[in-house]
């Protein structure tokens, strides 16, 4: 049975049977694609030993003005659910108060330029936010590895940085992106799509899907034919994206025309009153 604790106290008085804790960290209304990362730290954690944590926290850091923090969903007793189906020994939902006793913080982790592209510049503060609460929440878990969905390639790529640039003695682990039948990327935010939203919303998938068809062709492919591929589909679904950007990974910046090795293609669109992100990951001078 997963205990449901709300304090750091209490999640330290949990009783462990060896092996390593994992913990994910989510800010609830979980579906599917959380499950995989429960279910993904519980192999890594071990069947019958380790500990695996769901960490359910709404950050106010990470909420921007005219961002949809009053309307970000709470779902604590569905999650508390789908987090025992899938494996969690504990659910850690702390208050505010828990996570920032002094109450706004004054010192605060920063992305750095890293973190000023992409999401960053649609977004300013976002991941010094995110950056910050990820480290007080390693601080208050302490885990031996933390599970992050690829899907949020840019976070990913963050805090790999923040756990090797600031010597945390933590793993961080990618998980892959989880779809729908359709191709849509899973994401808490689907549940404020309309019908036709979602019709709409899944051009970047498809956008994704033909780059990276165009990257598979059998001639060497190029990072403007990806763009190009990507670029068609959305021009011809009408959605105009934030940003469709072929990254390098080591550095989140815009990958050069004769960029080898992997690289990632992400984009971001509003979709009616909902913005939503995707990627894939791609090679460049080998196999997809």
């Known amino acids: 049975m997963t205990t449901l604790v709300h304090t750091a106290a209490e999640l330290r008085a949990l009783p462990r049977t060896g092996g390593r804790r994992a913990v994910v960290m989510t800010m609830g209304a979980l579906h599917e694609g959380h499950a995989t990362l429960i279910r993904t730290a519980r192999e890594l954690a071990g069947q019958g030993q380790g500990q695996v944590v769901v960490s359910v926290f709404v950050n106010p850091l ?9 309307r970000y969903p709470r779902t604590l007793d569905a999650d508390l659910a789908l987090a025992e ?3 969690a020994d504990a659910v850690f939902a702390p208050s505010a108060d828990e996570v920032y006793p002094g109450g706004e ?3 605060r982790v920063t992305g750095g ?3 000023e592209r992409y999401e960053g510049a649609s977004r300013p503060g976002h991941f010094d936010g995110m950056l910050t609460v990820v480290a007080k929440l390693l601080h208050l878990t302490a885990p031996d590895l933390a599970l992050f969905g690829q899907k949020d390639a840019q976070q990913l790529a963050l805090v790999r940085r923040m756990a090797r640039d600031l010597n945390f003695p933590v793993e961080i682990v990618g998980v892959p992106t989880v779809r729908e039948e359709d191709g849509l990327a899973l994401s808490s935010r689907n549940r404020f799509l309309s019908a036709d939203d979602r019709a709409t919303a899944l051009a970047l998938s498809r956008a994704l899907f033909a780059a990276r068809a165009a990257a598979g062709t059998g001639r060497v492919p190029t990072p403007a034919a990806v763009r190009a591929a990507a670029h068609q589909v959305l021009t011809e679904a009408a959605l105009t994206p934030d940003y469709l950007a072929l990254i ?9 025309d004769g960029h080898t090795g992997e690289a990632i293609l992400a984009v971001a669109a509003k979709v009616g009153t909902t913005r939503l992100i995707d990627n894939i990951p791609l090679t460049f001078g080998g196999p997809q």
């Open 248 to 256: 390098d990974p080591s550095d989140f910046t815009e990958a050069a």
């Open 85 to 87: 189906k899938a494996g």
């Open 62 to 70: 990470q909420f921007g003005k005219g961002e949809d923090l009053d």
């Open 105 to 107: 913080p004054q010192v």
């Open 113 to 115: 330029p890293m973190g």
